[in-house]
């Protein structure tokens, strides 16, 4: 008995000894570390050696979690070129750190590359878990350092993104898998072009768009908002230098951030409960994360169904496929714009559109940057930069607007005048509808019954609803035309289709699906004609119904249109069934 607690007295000396023996946390050209030897942070977070990694029998030198079980390595030195035996050893010379075999100089398997030669250089594991050169003369400033060459993992404290100063480009880059460090096909990085936005590439190819900066976060990371109150302050972003201060949180004291060798960016902390790393935030996270799923000019929406829906003016470019839900063509604006005469719609609630071809201003205005917008004709969408203080500064984009999702920003988007965003607009529009019913209950009817199938919510038409009730079961069989239908028929309202203009609208020849010829009355929203005006043309469509000359085939009413579908009378002059003379 003695001697057992003699053995376990001893064997506790011994761990206190060897415990103390291994808490070096530096490398000096006099004392390299070999396999088996590793070196531990001031404050016992971190620890640098060699490993292997999940079944793998290769040997690597990385950083991880000291005392932490599994293993949970933050840094790989030779990630490209694996020992294949224990032989390796960590040696710092007057040009940095360097891997070699058997300890022979000429068989290096990594370097650190530095710029200039150390007199009296000293590599050290410092507590953020940042492995650092420095000349023992000048401890502040490092001749290299791990934060700079990242791997798979963001701590607290490094950056990603370009170094304004040096020009080095930080990013994060998979493991092939769990076994093999190796650059994985998954990066995680800050796209510089136009205006910066994080993302997730697949190769060459952009999988996750983490959306541009707006003071306060990234704006597409909806998934961030969730979090924000959980992570203080998490990010400094500065031109093109991201700066995670992921500030630890008393819960959450342990945190990292990775990319995956499956194509995902987590971040993580350690539960100290449960012994496990816990996933905080996960990208991509459903449909809408994956990038320019709607293709462009279209908004993803995780609720209601449809998925996917075109911005108001656009519409689906290939209608067909739009109904299979191939949405990746994206939409097309049903009127081209005008240039002079066009005005700006605002969305709110968005995730800003692919800035990587965007200008932006960080002293504008608003209103400076709409001005701007307007002046250059190819400009199609302006936003605030930052979102703080009420907002500030100028985004510009000049294309189509790709990969927009649910969000909380706004944009101002272009469009033609003849679309305004004029709510007024829209109740004249309506009362319109009504004085044409008064007069021609014949023809209204199709109107009548598409605002009852649209169940549109106006109170003013309460009564019509009743009223189409009632007729409902002698005509359900005029149909309602998907604008999508009538926009690829008539060839996106092209002006070659375009018959002529009515008082109150213009009317576009077009061809249906099945071949059937049909016109296309599309009625003005732009309400400037008195309703004398507007009388006479309802007189003339009415008399026109009167004498048979054209069907209505049906009509449509979608997003701010007003179409209505006659069969197009090939023998009848044109002029008649437009001008009714
Ligand atoms: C390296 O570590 C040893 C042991 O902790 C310490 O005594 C020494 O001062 C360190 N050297 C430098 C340059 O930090
Ligand atoms: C380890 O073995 C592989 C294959 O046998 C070889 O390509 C590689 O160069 C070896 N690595 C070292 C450091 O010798
Ligand atoms: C390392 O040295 C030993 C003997 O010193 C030799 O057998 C072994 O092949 C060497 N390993 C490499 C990778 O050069
Ligand atoms: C390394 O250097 C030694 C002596 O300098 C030489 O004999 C050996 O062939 C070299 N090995 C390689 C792989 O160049
Ligand atoms: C990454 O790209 C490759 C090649 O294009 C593809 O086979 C693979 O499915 C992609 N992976 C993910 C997760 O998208
Ligand atoms: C940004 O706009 C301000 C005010 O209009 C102007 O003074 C400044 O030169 C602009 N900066 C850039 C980089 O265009
Ligand atoms: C509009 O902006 C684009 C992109 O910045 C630029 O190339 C073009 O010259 C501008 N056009 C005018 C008329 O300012």
């Not at 769990?178 to 096909?185: K, V």
């Not at 649209?454 to 069989?477: N, S, T, V």
Request: net charge neutral.
């Amino acid at each position: 008995m003695q001697e057992l607690k003699m053995l376990w007295y001893l064997s506790f000396l011994f761990s206190l000894i060897s415990s103390t023996s291994t808490s070096l946390d530096n490398i000096t050209s006099i004392r390299s570390l070999r396999d088996g030897e590793t070196l531990i942070s001031h404050g016992g977070i971190f620890e640098l050696g060699f490993f292997s990694p999940g079944n793998s029998k290769n040997r690597y030198v990385g950083i991880w979690y000291h005392n932490m079980s599994p293993l949970t390595v933050v840094w790989v030195a030779n990630r490209e070129k694996a020992l294949n035996d224990t032989s390796g050893v960590l040696k710092l010379t007057d040009q940095g750190l360097v891997l070699l075999v058997n300890g022979t100089s000429n068989s290096t398997v990594w370097s650190s590359t530095m710029s200039g030669k150390a007199e009296n250089p000293v590599a050290q594991l410092l507590a953020s878990g940042n492995l650092v050169v420095k000349d023992g003369h000048n401890g502040e400033h490092f001749l290299w350092q791990s934060f700079d060459f990242l791997g798979d993992t963001l701590l607290p404290g490094t950056k990603i993104g370009w170094d304004p100063v040096t020009g080095l480009e930080r990013t994060m880059t998979s493991w092939k898998s769990a076994d093999d460090p190796g650059r994985g096909d998954f990066m995680f990085r800050i796209d510089p072009g136009g205006y910066p936005q994080a993302v997730l590439t697949n190769g060459t190819v952009i999988m996750v768009r983490v959306g541009p900066w707006n003071g306060q976060m990234f704006s597409g990371a909806t998934i961030y908002l969730r979090y924000s109150k959980l992570l203080p302050s998490d990010y400094d972003f500065i031109d093109k230098e991201l700066i995670c201060k992921l500030q630890p949180l008393q819960r959450y004291s342990v945190i990292r951030s990775v990319v995956t060798p499956w194509g995902g960016v987590q971040l993580l902390h350690w539960s100290r409960q449960t012994s496990s790393w816990e996933i905080l935030l996960s990208l991509p996270e459903g449909e809408c994360d994956k990038y320019s799923h709607c293709g462009a000019n279209s908004v993803c929406r995780v609720t209601p169904a449809p998925i996917c829906t075109c911005l108001e003016g656009f519409a689906p470019k290939y209608p067909r496929k739009w109904k299979d839900l191939y949405w990746s063509d994206g939409c097309v604006r049903i009127t081209p714009l005008s240039c002079s005469k066009d005005g700006f719609k605002k969305h709110s609630g968005l995730v800003l559109p692919d800035t990587s071809t965007s200008w932006h201003n960080k002293t504008m205005n608003l209103q400076e940057c709409e001005d701007l917008c307007r002046k250059n004709c190819s400009c199609t969408a302006y936003s605030n930069l930052d979102v703080r203080a009420g907002g500030s500064g100028c985004l510009l984009w000049f294309h189509d607007l790709i990969d927009m999702r649910q969000g909380g920003q706004d944009l101002y988007i272009r469009l033609p005048m003849s679309e305004p965003d004029d709510e007024s607009n829209k109740k004249k529009l309506v009362g319109m509808i009504i004085g044409s019913i008064l007069f021609f209950m014949s023809m209204m009817f199709g109107l009548v019954l598409c605002l009852w199938r649209k169940k549109l919510e106006e109170p003013e038409i309460f009564w019509w609803k009743q009223w189409a009730h009632k007729r409902e079961k002698d005509d359900m069989d005029l149909p309602m035309f998907d604008l999508s239908t009538i926009v690829y028929a008539t060839n996106y309202f092209s002006s070659d289709n375009k018959l002529g203009e009515g008082g109150f609208g213009s009317v576009y020849k077009g061809a249906l699906e099945n071949g059937t010829e049909i016109a296309v009355k599309r009625l003005s929203i732009d309400s400037e004609q008195g309703l004398d005006e507007f009388k006479n043309e309802v007189q003339l469509i009415a008399k026109l119904q009167h004498r048979n000359l054209v069907k209505l085939l049906g009509c449509c009413i979608q997003q701010k249109e007003k179409l209505l579908i006659y069969e197009l009378m090939p023998n009848r002059s044109l002029d008649t069934f437009i001008f009714g003379s």
